[in-house]
């Protein structure tokens, strides 16, 4: 079957960190995604497991940090440094080997989506 989900998602003030998790079932790679209220969703990172490669948008780089656990089969997004416009619905979406990681196709399976809030 295949399926992600997201969790970890909270409010958290400036400047302080959380780790999202995406449990997947069927899938080596995955994009993060994250949509503001009245936005549209905004790639944010990838990661695949094989071969093993990582991308930021550059609006994140050097704060997210993707990892991953092959044998849970859950990838991690790092959330540092947090910012109040980082707030926002987080998703995780599959990514099929050779299409761009931020490009949205029909077939995508998407998870459900987890709220990350930065407020002072």
């Known amino acids: 079957q295949l399926r992600l989900m997201e969790f970890g998602g909270g409010s958290v003030q400036p400047g302080e960190s959380l780790r999202l998790s995406c449990a997947v079932s069927?899938?080596?790679?995955i994009a993060w995604f994250r949509q503001a209220p009245g936005k549209a969703r905004q790639g944010v990172s990838c990661i695949s497991r094989r071969p093993t490669w990582s991308f930021y948008a550059e609006s994140i780089k050097g704060r997210f940090i993707n990892s991953r656990d092959n044998a849970s089969n859950t990838f991690y997004l790092q959330l540092n440094n947090l910012k109040p416009e980082d707030t926002g619905v987080y998703y995780c979406?599959?990514?099929?080997?050779?299409?761009?990681?931020?490009?949205?196709?029909?077939?995508?399976?998407w998870g459900q989506g987890t709220q990350v809030t930065v407020s002072s």
């Open positions: 979406k599959s990514v099929l080997e050779g299409r761009p990681c931020f490009d949205i196709y029909p077939s995508d399976y």
């Open positions: 069927g899938f080596n790679a």
